[in-house]
C-alpha cells in the first residue's frame, strides 16, 4: 500500500525558513502527481503547491516568491523549502500523492511560526 511520512516542521520565527519533506513509499513515484497542503485551525485545508511527474509546479498565491516544492525520484521524496515564513503560515502541513487510482494523504507536519 502507499504509504507518505512528512518531517521537517517546527518552530520557526518569522523570517525564517522550513524545509518539509515527504517520503513516498509504495507507488510509482516518477509518475505521480504531488502536492503539499495545510490546514490551520478552524479553517479548511488548502493547496500550498502541486508538482506534476513532468516538473511542472503550480502554486498558491499567498506562497509564490516564498515556497519552492520540488522532488527527487531517485529518493521518492518531495519537498516544499519555505522561505520568509510568517505567522499567517502557520498550519499543519500536508503531503498529498495522486495516483492512476487513488489519492492518498500524509499524516501531517505542524509548522509553527512565531512573530
Known amino acids: 500500500q502507499v504509504q507518505l511520512v512528512e518531517s521537517g516542521g517546527g518552530l520557526v520565527q518569522a523570517g525564517g525558513s522550513l524545509r518539509l519533506s515527504c517520503i513516498v513509499s509504495g507507488s510509482s513515484f516518477r509518475r505521480n502527481n504531488l502536492g503539499w497542503y495545510r490546514q490551520a485551525p478552524g479553517k479548511q485545508r488548502d493547496l500550498v503547491a502541486t508538482i506534476t511527474s513532468g516538473g511542472s509546479t503550480n502554486y498558491a498565491d499567498s506562497v509564490k516568491g516564498r515556497f519552492t516544492i520540488s522532488r527527487d525520484n531517485d529518493k521518492n521524496t518531495v519537498y516544499l523549502q519555505m522561505n520568509s515564513l510568517n505567522p499567517e503560515d502557520t498550519a499543519l502541513y500536508y503531503c498529498?500523492?495522486?495516483?492512476?487510482?487513488?489519492?492518498?494523504w500524509g499524516q501531517g507536519t505542524q509548522v509553527t511560526v512565531s512573530s
Open positions: 498529498k500523492v495522486t495516483t492512476a487510482l487513488n489519492v492518498y
